[in-house]
């Protein structure tokens, strides 16, 4: 069967709801609220590994992600594709979310404490940074105990 005859996919509403309606709803809290939001998600959605991770990325319509880095106790990821792209159309865009998320994750996989921070490039790209503190254990509940997968 030939794709010659879909339609693009329209990220209207999700940038809408994403990255105007839930800042306009969180106002100066925003950042810091969708960060914890995206930690307890991945305490809801466990990955078990980078792989599961990532496909965790494309099939919640967040993006293409891929590790760029990984070296001790520091990650690095890279998000684009087209959602991305649409996103950043949007001055104020967050992602805040994904970062919670994949801090959780890696935490969950390491069981170590770990922090994401992200940053808009202007090749339609998001770059994650995520350490982990191996002086500080996970010590959240078991990652089965909530799996929702």
């Known amino acids: ?17 994403r990255d105007e309606l839930i800042p306009d709803l969180l106002g100066t809290h925003t950042k810091d609220i ?11 959605y466990p990955c078990e590994n980078e ?18 880095r990984q ?3 520091e ?3 890279e998000l684009s594709g087209s959602i991305v792209e649409e996103r950043l159309k949007i001055k104020e865009s ?8 994949l801090a959780e994750q890696i935490a ?4 170590y404490q770990t922090e994401a921070v992200f940053q808009k490039e202007k090749k339609n790209k998001v770059q994650f940074e995520l350490k982990s503190d191996s002086r500080d254990p996970y010590s959240l509940p078991s990652r089965k105990a909530n799996s929702r997968v």
């Open 94 to 101: 967050q992602f805040s979310l994904e970062a919670g998320f």
């Open 108 to 111: 969950m996989m390491k069981q």
């Open 75 to 77: 990650m690095h990821f």
């Open 51 to 68: 792989g599961e991770l990532i496909a965790f990325f494309e099939r919640a319509n967040w993006g293409s992600l891929t590790i760029t």
């Open 34 to 44: 969708l960060y914890w939001a995206g930690k307890n998600m991945a305490r809801k």
């Open 1 to 17: 069967m030939s794709n010659e005859h879909e339609t693009p996919i329209d990220y209207f509403g999700f940038t809408m709801i």
């Open 71 to 73: 070296k001790n106790d």
